[in-house]
């Protein structure tokens, strides 16, 4: 090894007598993978998902709800639209709600079926997926690609890369841009990009999202996995022996070698693997399955496609590599026996919370007040004598519609006897997902109550629908 090698991390091998000055390199040098494209039942599944999540993603920013955009995070109006949802600040428990929603979801499949996400809906997959076969429409198959990356460069060698990466660069620009239009608003968007009017956030964001893409998806590929994503790393601790992982049969395939298809691989004291190597050649990370589970294996399923077709070629029963859990390789569980026991007190668990949590929010969805209220004393004049035997406590009251229609609302208040509202005009009008902050006067005779802080209510009621009516506490002073 070269000491002088940037390269490479070196580190002097610590108390090893016969070694000890030889120097040791903790990081590898990564080889590119040349991915073997791969059919079957799995695959199907992870196109779909492909096309599925994409669809989702590029389509949902151009629907349109009430004449504005459908989905659609205005950050600096702190208010998210989604469909006729129109979330506020005040509204942050949903969102939490989601994120813990999506770690249980999380925790559930992979307890289940290990790195679900992972090998079929994580976007550095499916663009990975995407960008690999762009790669593979243009520079051709697995070894086609590994000819043309060995050769001089040449003019032809020179345009095929350079169409390939255009391709992915149209690509990856436009899910940056796609990316900028959930945060604003997507038709105006592409005309303030051709005029170059976008503001410094959205050219910024649109070009940082686009060529992370492009790096990730066409260059990083699984050292994303391997490297910088952490859930490979704990995902160790959501697994148990039920889990289902991608296996391979050891009993089953062992003694591994090639043979001829008519021989019989028993008297040859071989067992059903071929030694083919197909399920390394079609692995995305370049593993080896048959070493065993690997934190690098993302769980994609490509190596039970690709051994499958050689099962089938051979005319072995499929599933040498399967989706198993060690309990059933070890106890040869049939099938019904290892699906029944994905039912297991941690499953049990996870699936109990969820379904909790999404019924709860489902239900505080449904009831959700649309009228928020906001009432804040004025700190300056506590209290005052506005006229001879009145006593006057002013406050700001912040009305929030987070309706879709404009809607009038009056102002009252209780708690004190006699107690007025002054300095507003009612009804109060504000409009469609908006906000007005109103500043109230609230009076009462002096002799309401004794001298001290009395606890009343401020009610906001809708006038054109009754029902959505808001008491919010507070205070009022009467001075001694
Ligand atoms: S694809 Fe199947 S038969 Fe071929 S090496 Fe892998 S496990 Fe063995
Ligand atoms: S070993 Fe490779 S091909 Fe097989 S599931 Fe894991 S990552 Fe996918």
Redesign the pocket.
Same mark, same amino acid.
């Given at each position: 090894m070269n000491a002088n090698d940037p390269s490479v991390i070196p580190i002097v091998s610590a108390p090893a007598p016969a070694a000890a000055d030889e120097e040791v390199s903790l990081l590898e040098i990564r080889k590119k993978i040349y991915v073997r494209a791969v059919h079957g039942g799995f695959a199907r599944w992870r196109w779909g998902l492909v096309f599925a999540t994409q669809l989702v993603f590029y389509g949902v920013p151009w629907l349109a709800w009430n004449g504005r955009q459908a989905v659609l995070f205005e950050i600096a109006e702190r208010k998210f639209y989604i469909f006729g949802l129109v979330l506020w600040p005040q509204d942050v428990i949903y969102l939490t709600a989601l994120l813990i929603i999506a770690a249980f979801a999380l925790f559930l499949f992979t307890a289940v079926a290990g790195r679900l996400w992972c090998g079929y809906a994580c976007p550095q997959t499916v663009y990975t997926e995407i960008f690999m076969w762009i790669e593979k429409k243009i520079e051709g198959e697995r070894v086609a690609r590994m000819k043309l990356d060995g050769s001089a460069l040449s003019l032809e060698k020179f345009v095929v890369k350079a169409v390939k990466h255009v391709a992915w660069l149209a690509i990856a620009l436009w899910t940056g841009y796609t990316f900028v239009g959930y945060f604003s608003p997507i038709r105006g968007l592409g005309i303030r990009a051709i005029t170059w009017q976008l503001g410094p956030w959205e050219a910024f964001w649109i070009l940082f999202y686009g060529f992370a893409t492009y790096g990730n998806a066409g260059f990083m590929r699984e050292q994303v996995c391997k490297y910088m994503c952490p859930y490979a790393r704990f995902q160790s601790a959501m697994f148990d022996r039920d889990t289902l992982i991608i296996a391979?049969d050891r009993e089953r395939?062992e003694r591994?070698g090639p043979r001829s298809r008519k021989a019989d691989p028993k008297s040859a004291g071989l067992g $059903?693997? %071929?030694?083919?190597?197909?399920?390394?050649q079609?692995c995305p990370t370049g593993i080896?399955?048959?070493k065993g589970l690997q934190y690098e294996c993302i769980g994609c399923a490509a190596?039970i496609d690709?051994? $499958?077709? %050689?099962?089938d070629r051979?005319g072995y029963p499929k599933g040498?590599?399967r989706y198993a859990s060690e309990n059933a390789l070890e106890g040869h569980l049939d099938r019904a026996a290892m699906l029944k026991r994905m039912l297991r007190p941690r499953t049990a668990i996870y699936t109990g919370v969820l379904v909790v949590i999404v019924a709860a929010i489902g239900v505080s969805l449904a009831l959700r007040n649309p009228l928020k209220v906001d009432v804040i004393r004025d700190r300056g004049a506590l209290a005052r004598e506005s006229a001879p035997g009145v006593i006057e406590n002013v406050y700001r009251v912040q009305i929030m519609n987070t309706d879709e229609s404009a809607r009038t609302f009056t102002i009252a208040a209780t708690g004190l006897p006699d107690v007025t509202v002054a300095g507003v005009e009612q009804p109060i009008a504000v409009g469609a997902a908006g906000t007005r902050l109103v500043p109230v006067r609230l009076q009462v005779p002096v002799d309401a109550g004794t001298p001290g802080s009395h606890p009343i209510e401020i009610v906001v009621q809708s006038t054109d629908e009754p029902k959505l009516v808001r008491r919010e506490k507070s205070t009022f002073m009467l001075p001694r």
């Open positions: 391979y395939g591994r $059903d693997c %071929v030694d083919c190597n197909i399920c390394v079609v080896d399955i048959r190596c690709g051994c $499958d077709q %050689v099962m051979m040498l590599i």
